[in-house]
């Protein structure tokens, strides 16, 4: 079992709905968790970013995390066909041993369509 | 600000041939620094990592091998290149201490034919 699962999509969405992606994960220690997004072709850029369990807002983007369910979400809102890429979420417990060593999804890849 | 560097973009090379990719970070001092690659439609897969000077981490065993000559530079290398060794690299940063996230590069798309 991976210790990050994600699904892999493609998720097709209208323009101006809600994306919802979503990460599950089975260690208890991830303390640090954060939402990647990736163009084609393109390194990773950071999106958001979130300690421990609650909601994060930045704009259109939220981010959730329920430590209890070990379950990380992102939501875009009102999404725009530049949305389109593959979202990657990761994770850390940034113990002694791990500091700086994250776990990531394989990314979900979303289509905005006009 | 920081800026993160990767060179070449894209490299194709046959079998057998050694590899050198580089990475650079500007506008930091003593980073944690970072090799990753990425298989098509597949997750990040760690290779190296590096908390200093001359300290390399191996994640996974392979042809691979890292060093970092200088602060703000880490290379990836191999002797002999096989047709896995294809895939998309990605170098990444992160600021020392408890510093919490990583920042990528632009990549490096290796095809080994």
């Known amino acids: 079992q991976k210790e990050v699962e994600q699904d892999p999509g493609p998720l097709s969405v209208p323009e101006g709905a809600i994306v919802s992606l979503n990460c599950t994960y089975s260690?208890?220690?991830?303390?640090?968790f954060m939402w990647y997004r990736q163009y084609s072709r393109k390194g990773p850029e950071l999106l958001m970013y979130?300690?421990?369990?609650g909601n994060k807002e930045d704009g259109r983007f939220t981010a959730q995390v329920d430590k209890s369910s070990k379950y990380i979400s992102l939501f875009i809102r009102d999404s725009q066909p530049s949305d389109s890429a593959t979202y990657l979420c990761a994770m850390s417990d940034m113990t002694t041993d791990s500091w700086g060593k994250f776990q990531f999804g394989a990314g979900t890849q979303v289509v905005v369509t006009p | 600000s920081q800026t993160i560097h990767q060179w070449p973009a894209t490299l194709v090379q046959p079998v057998g041939s050694p590899l050198s990719l580089e990475c650079t970070v500007e506008g930091t001092s003593n980073p944690n620094l970072y090799w990753y690659r990425q298989a098509a439609g597949r997750g990040l897969q760690l290779l190296f990592y590096?908390?200093?000077?001359?300290?390399i981490s191996s994640e996974v065993p392979q042809n691979l091998s890292a060093s970092r000559p200088q602060d703000r530079q880490f290379i990836l290398s191999s002797k002999k290149l096989l047709l896995s060794d294809s895939g998309f690299y990605l170098c990444?940063?992160?600021?020392?201490?408890?510093?919490?996230?990583?920042?990528f590069g632009p990549g490096t798309r290796l095809l080994v034919l």
């Open positions: 590096s908390v200093g000077i001359g300290q």
């Open positions: 979130t300690y421990s369990s």
């Open positions: 990444a940063w992160r600021a020392g201490g408890r510093a919490e996230t990583q920042y």
């Open positions: 260690n208890s220690a991830f303390q640090y």
